[in-house]
Structures are given as C-alpha cells and as structure tokens.
C-alpha cells in the first residue's frame, strides 16, 4: 500500500444502509482496487456501541485497502480531513410527524455536519447525502459550508436510476448493460420523473422502443417513483442493500467518470438549466469526467416530460421554503 489512504467518513454508520456500505468502501470499490481507505464511522452516543461492533467485523475481514478505522460521535474527528463524506444517517420519519418536522429534526442533523465540514475537510471534499428527505438535507448541509465548492455537495437518485434501468430493462427484454442515458429529474420522492425519451436500449431510442405510452405513464413511472415505498411494504424496512449499492456506484462514478455514450443522475446544484430554480439541489443527468459532474445540455424536453420535471421541482421549492421559514438556510 503505496498511496496515502484516502479519509472516508460515513455517517449513520450502525445503520442498515451502514451496514451494506462499509464492507463495499473497505473491499475498494467505492474508489478502485488500488485506492487505501480510513474510514471514520459517526454515529449518535447510543449508537456508538454498535457502530464498534461493525468496526470489529471490518477487521476481522482484513482488507488489504483498509487502513484504519475511527468510531466516533465527535463531528469534528469525524469530518476534519475528511475527502469524501457519506451522510446516510437521518432521523426518520415516526407515527404522527410531519413534513415539517422531518424537515426541522433533520436540520438539527444537517446543519452542523455542513458546519463541520465547512471548517476541517480537506480542500477535495466530496459529498453525497444518503439520509432523506436527501435533495433538501444536502440543501442545508450546503447552505452551512460557504467554503465549500457547492459543486461538491450532491444528493442520491442513483438508486432511482438504476431502478429505472431494470424496470426496463425487463420490459423491453434487454440486458441492463445494453441500456444507457436514462434521467432521473426533480426529487429524491414519490414526484421524481424517470424519463426514458433520451434512453438507448442497444442503441435505439428507448422510447421508440417501448412504443406504449400507457405503460410509461401508468406503469413504469410509478413503479419507479414509489419502489421505496413498494420495499418498505415487502421487507419491512427500507431498502438498504440496493441503496447501499447506489452509494457505491454515484461516488465511484464522480470519481471515475461516466463511460463514453453515456450519462448518470445524480441531484446538483441547479446553475437554472432546464428551467430548474437556481440554487435548488436537484436530480439531473450528467457527465462525470476527471472528478467532476456537469449537466447535460441541449436535451429536448416534450411536454410530458415537462409537466412532470416541473411537479417535482416545485415540491422542491417548497421544501426549501420551509426549511428557509425554519430558519435552516
Ligand atoms: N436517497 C436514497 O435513495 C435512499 C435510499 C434508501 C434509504 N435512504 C435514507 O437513508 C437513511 C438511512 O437509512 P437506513 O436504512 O440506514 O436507516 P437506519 O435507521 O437503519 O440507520 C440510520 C442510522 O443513522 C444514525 N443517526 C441518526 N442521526 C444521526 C446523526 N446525527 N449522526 C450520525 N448518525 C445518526 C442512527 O443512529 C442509525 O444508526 C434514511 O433517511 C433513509 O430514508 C435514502
Ligand atoms: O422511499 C423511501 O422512503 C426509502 C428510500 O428513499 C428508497 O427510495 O428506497
């Protein structure tokens, strides 16, 4: 092991989606199978027995790329150095709140990791925020980190995406290696907008293929935006490992690059492309190239696309309202 190893820091590290990502991060695929990793487990005081717990596991697994491991429930030893920062935990939401208290409890979580981060990660910080309501939580933590690149501050709709590529993938009965460009718009939520009009299945255009407009609309659009809600019903719990997976994929993608041909969704701070408010973090499709993400220009939006993208993003806006009403950003 040559290379300096590169600070990971996850939060919620106790947690199932925890559970699935550390073996992955430490096993090398979040960065690449020649990249060491230290990684920095945060998690609530009473949570921090556990979290030791899944510590003494990823010893006990002796990966060569795993060079040390803190647990801690210091958000300064968690993020100072810190280069790219997993922020999976979240107060979920319980029996009787609502909205807006999700929104104000995970505040109270967002807001000084963003502080945190704004005083000690090293100066390459990269962010994906996990834990939802994800658009909004990265919103805050981003607003609480001025230092910071707001390029650098991104929330997960890579699990969206990957749904979207298998719905489809089935339907059109196609290998999912064999399809490309799909778009996930808008939010993290049930108002997301998988959009297939730009998607290739090998090569040709995803919605010539399908050629079934009641399907996209009735079928393959709500399947996608409320899967979460569908592994809730049937597991019991979120998903985790397919969340997990996501993770591994949105950060390993940043940094590696998005293959030639092809683009991925990641939620950005929106520059006002595609009519998307300024400032809002906001699903999109994009490029990844030498560490860093642009938006796809020049698609053509029709106007079922539209009148989707823009539900989603205005259940952005309001979100951001009222978080800016809390006092949050
Ligand atoms: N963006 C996505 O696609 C996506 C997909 C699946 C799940 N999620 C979200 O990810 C989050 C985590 O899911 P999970 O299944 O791992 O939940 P979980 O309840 O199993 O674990 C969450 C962990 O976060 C910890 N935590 C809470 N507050 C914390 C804080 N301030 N600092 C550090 N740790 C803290 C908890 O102690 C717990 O161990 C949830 O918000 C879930 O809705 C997002
Ligand atoms: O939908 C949820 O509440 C969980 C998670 O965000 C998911 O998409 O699986």
Redesign the pocket.
């Known amino acids: 092991m040559t290379r300096t190893p590169v600070n990971v820091t996850v939060?919620?590290a106790?947690?199932?989606?925890?559970y699935a990502l550390l073996f992955r991060i430490a096993s090398g695929q979040l960065l690449g199978p020649d990249v060491p990793v230290h990684l920095r487990l945060?998690?609530?005081p009473q949570?921090v027995k556990a979290a030791e717990g899944t510590a003494m596991e990823l010893d006990d697994a002796a990966f060569p790329l795993l060079a040390g491991i803190d647990v801690t429930d210091d958000l300064k030893k968690a993020f100072d150095g810190t280069n790219v920062a997993l922020l999976?935990?979240?107060?979920?939401r319980t029996k009787g709140m609502e909205r807006g208290d999700l929104l104000e409890a995970n505040g109270g979580?967002f807001k000084p990791q963003g502080e945190a981060i704004n005083a000690g990660a090293a100066d390459d910080v990269r962010v994906l925020v996990?834990?939802?309501p994800?658009n909004t939580n990265a919103l805050i933590a981003k607003s609480h980190a001025p230092d910071v690149p707001a390029d650098r501050f991104t929330a997960?709709t890579r699990?969206d995406h990957n749904r979207a590529i298998a719905q489809l993938s089935k339907k059109v009965e196609t290998p999912v290696a064999d399809i490309k460009k799909i778009a996930i718009w808008g939010n993290?939520s049930a108002t997301q907008y998988p959009d297939i009009f730009h998607a290739e299945v090998a090569g040709r255009n995803a919605a010539e293929v399908v050629n079934d407009e009641g399907w996209l609309r009735d079928t393959f659009i709500p399947t996608v935006a409320k899967r979460?809600a569908a592994i809730i019903e049937a597991r019991g719990a979120?998903?985790?490992a397919s969340?997990a997976s996501?993770a591994i994929d949105h950060v390993h993608t940043w940094v590696n690059g998005t293959a030639e041909g092809d683009w991925t969704s990641m939620a950005v701070v929106s520059d006002g492309s595609y009519g998307v408010p300024e400032g809002l973090i906001s699903s999109f499709p994009v490029v990844c190239k030498d560490g860093k993400w642009e938006i796809v220009q020049g698609l053509e939006i029709n106007d079922f696309s539209r009148e989707r993208i823009d539900a989603s993003v205005r259940e952005l806006e309001e979100e951001r309202d009222a978080v800016r009403n809390l006092g949050l950003i």
Do not use: C, D, K, Y
């Not at 106790?14 to 925890?18: D, H, K, L, P």
């Open positions: 939060t919620g106790a947690g199932q989606i925890g945060l998690e609530i949570a999976v935990g979240a107060r979920p979580i996990v834990g939802n994800a997960m699990l993290h979460g979120s998903s985790a969340a996501a």
